[in-house]
T-cell receptor, first 113, second 109 residues
Framework: GAVVSQHPSWVICKSGTSVKIECRSL??????MFWYRQFPKQSLMLMAT?????????EQGVEKDKFLINHASLTLSTLTVTSAHPEDSSFYIC?????????FGPGTRLTVL | GQSLEQPSEVTAVEGAIVQINCTYQ??????LSWYQQHDGGAPTFLSY????GLEETGRFSSFLSRSDSYGYLLLQELQMKDSASYFC??????????FGTGTRLLVSP
């Protein structure tokens, strides 16, 4: 199956700093990628849909100025958490669409101190 | 709104059969997928139902009834490695997935 990677796999940062997470489709091109957030023992919540060459579409309640998404190429989408705070600590997972399937990355665990 | 409800936890013993139910309320429903997620890992795809009925993939089967807004995942010949969280997910408009509340499966010897 198609492979999606994320980098970094985990990151610890200080409150107020910005963190960038990369999502790459390794062996296929993805015009559409998705970003999810998952808090401990909870489900995956879709944050936004990332479309190559256009602005991301954010779900209701997700601040677009805080979670910046850039999908500059057919194999790379980035999520930047700006001015991170402890409540942003979570597991961030991306997925890339190939045909009718979504392939998930391994996730990035963000801890904000 | 969109919601998919699952039991929070299910326990079973090795070799047994377990069924995880999912009831949903969504708009623009295209089909129901099932994912497995081990602690700290990414969701991995298990099964998909685009049409009503049963889909079988090895030890896993999934069922969908659109008229009842209901589906289930059936796991047979349970193994210890099947201990994980299981999520149903509805395909909706714009190719988005809405995930269910999740079911934690604990398999004991």
């Amino acid at each position: 199956g198609a492979v999606v990677s994320q980098h970094p796999s985990w990151v610890i940062c200080k409150s107020g700093t910005s963190v960038k997470i990369e999502c790459r489709s390794l062996d296929f091109q993805a015009t559409t990628m998705f970003w999810y957030r998952q808090f401990p023992k909870q489900s995956l919540m879709l944050m936004a849909t990332s479309n190559e060459g256009s602005k991301a579409t954010y779900e209701q309640g997700v601040e677009k100025d805080k979670f910046l998404i850039n999908h500059a190429s057919l194999t790379l989408s980035t999520l930047t958490v700006t001015s991170a705070h402890p409540e942003d600590s979570s597991f961030y997972i991306c997925s890339a669409k190939a045909g009718d399937e979504q392939f998930f990355g391994p996730g990035t665990r963000l801890t904000v101190l | 709104g969109q919601s998919l409800e699952q039991p929070s936890e299910v326990t079973a013993v090795e070799g047994a059969i377990v069924q995880i139910n999912c009831t949903y309320q969504t708009s623009g429903f295209y089909g129901l997928s099932w994912y497995q997620q081990h602690d700290g890992g990414a969701p991995t795809f298990l099964s998909y139902n685009g049409l009503d009925g049963l889909e079988e993939t090895g030890r896993f089967s999934s069922f969908l009834s659109r008229s009842d807004s209901y589906g289930y995942l059936l796991l047979q010949e349970l193994q210890m490695k099947d201990s994980a969280s299981y999520f149903c997910a509805a395909g909706t408009g714009f190719q988005k997935l809405v995930f269910g509340t999740g079911t934690r499966l604990l398999v004991s010897p």
